[in-house]
């Protein structure tokens, strides 16, 4: 079981890129602990910013440093990133094209216990909306690697939403296709076409292998470019599918499924099953126990293909 979680793959690619290049600067919002970044803070000192708990003022200083040429990478709780400083990642970091990368920790219900207050269920309709925002939801610790080597090449701004703990690989050292702004395909399915990102493609994996023992063919796309949307492999899948389901660790308004269902109805027109957390306050509990009560996981995509295609 892998126990590498895709925020200290993160710290490790950064201190890589520190080490080379010391435009490299990394600020977080009193959160270097739980964002994995204390060994970056402790080996680059004069590359670390500590702003403390002020997230607005992380993203503005972050872009203030980006226009003085330096390559920022700002780190803070998914939940408050993607909200109280929402008006300076749109102003200060996407209108402004600053080179931002901001890195959304303790993603979706990863902070569990700690009830709603600190889920992050929206986020992928908020920074989504943002005009010039990239969204991108890598799926394990390879894919985030792969991830990160390709934004450090370039100069424009994205949130990168991450979760707080280490999840199961859904590739390999050896096998991780990659290919910036692409979905992966994972397989191709005549019955149905999974569509995930973040954490929800593993399940997404497992329950196509189950779906195709029992005979229904099903398909699944890593969607982790949430925006840019891959467009023509949501229309290639949905194409070649009966029906489409979409599953996301993220509120079904506004995210993934919401952007799904427009391609496939402007180009594809499928029937569409968008799997999400609820339009309410999501109930308290681990990854697990909240994934499972609302069936996002193996044993729901699997119920759900069945009751499209009957």
Known sequence: MNKIANKQV????????????????????DSRG?????????????????????????????????????????????CFLSTRSMEQAKVD???????????????????????????????????ASIPGMRVYLPSDRFQTRKLMEALY??????????????VPDVYSEDNCPFEMDKATVIGEGTDVAIIACGE??????????ELNEQGISAGVLDMYCVKPLD??????????????????????????????CQVVAANAPRKVTCMGLPDAPVITGNSREVF????????????AAKELLK
């Open 10 to 29: 993160i710290c490790e690619v950064l201190m890589e890129k520190a080490k080379e290049d010391r435009d490299v600067v990394v600020l977080c919002s």
């Open 34 to 78: 739980s964002a994995s970044l204390t060994p970056f803070a402790d080996t680059y000192p004069d590359q670390f910013v500590e702003v403390g708990i002020a997230e607005q003022s992380l993203v503005s200083i972050s872009a203030g440093l980006a226009k003085c040429g330096k390559k920022a990478y700002a780190a803070s709780p998914a």
């Open 93 to 127: 970091c996407a209108y402004s094209h600053t080179n931002v990368k901001l890195i959304g920790i303790s993603g979706g219900v990863s902070y569990g216990a700690l009830g709603m207050t600190h889920h992050s269920a929206t986020d992928i309709a908020d920074m």
């Open 153 to 166: 090449q370039d100069d424009q701004t994205a949130y990168i939403r991450v979760g707080r703990n280490a």
């Open 200 to 209: 929800m493609v593993e399940a997404a994996v497992a329950a196509s292998k």
């Open 231 to 260: 467009e023509q492999a949501v229309i290639r899948a949905a194409e070649k599918a009966k029906a489409v389901i979409v599953i996301e660790e993220h509120t079904r308004i506004g995210g993934l499924g919401s952007m799904v």
């Open 292 to 303: 499972d009560y609302y069936h996002l996981n193996k044993d729901g995509i699997i119920a």
